[in-house]
């Protein structure tokens, strides 16, 4: 009898470990999901915040053509595009000469590169710069005019 508890005993013990540990596990691949998730997430917001400023400049140009006026693209090329439109960026930090410390997550111009670059929050970049399309063998979507944002 006392052989019969020990074996209910160390069965339930054994089926308490199986359990943990499947949970455990499950609970692991959900956490690694919602990681991966959320880094495509900032992706997305990355490219539409590109997009939106795309759409400023290219109404600008637009603006600019309707009233006579016209662009000199030596003049704005490699500028920060952020002085040229009226909106900003939600999360646009300034224009620095370094980049800032300790941040994610934002938007800043990097005055001596001429760049305008996006932390992630991980800490990779990516850039892009003011330019002519003239001189470009490419232009982004729906590009208008003679200018765009083009990655680096």
Do not use: C
Request: charged share 20%; net charge neutral; hydrophobic share 45%.
């Amino acid at each position: 009898m006392k052989l019969n508890i020990i074996h209910i005993a160390a069965s339930r013990f054994f089926n308490l470990a199986i359990s943990t540990s499947i949970i455990g596990a499950m609970l692991s691949l959900t956490l690694l999901s919602i990681s991966q998730v959320r880094s495509q997430v900032e992706v997305f917001m990355m490219e539409a915040d590109v997009a939106n400023l795309r759409w400023e400049l290219r109404e600008l140009w637009t603006h600019r053509n309707a009233t006579g006026q016209s662009f000199v693209i030596s003049e704005i090329e490699n500028t920060n595009p952020l002085r040229l439109v009226n909106e900003g960026l939600p999360n646009y930090s300034g224009e620095y000469t370094q980049p800032p410390l300790d941040v994610q997550s934002i938007w800043y111009f990097d005055i001596k590169k001429l760049r305008l670059i996006y932390v992630f929050r991980d800490g990779h970049q990516v850039r892009y710069r003011l330019s002519g399309t003239a001189q470009l063998n490419r232009a982004s979507l729906g590009a208008v005019g003679s200018i765009d944002l083009v990655l680096d």
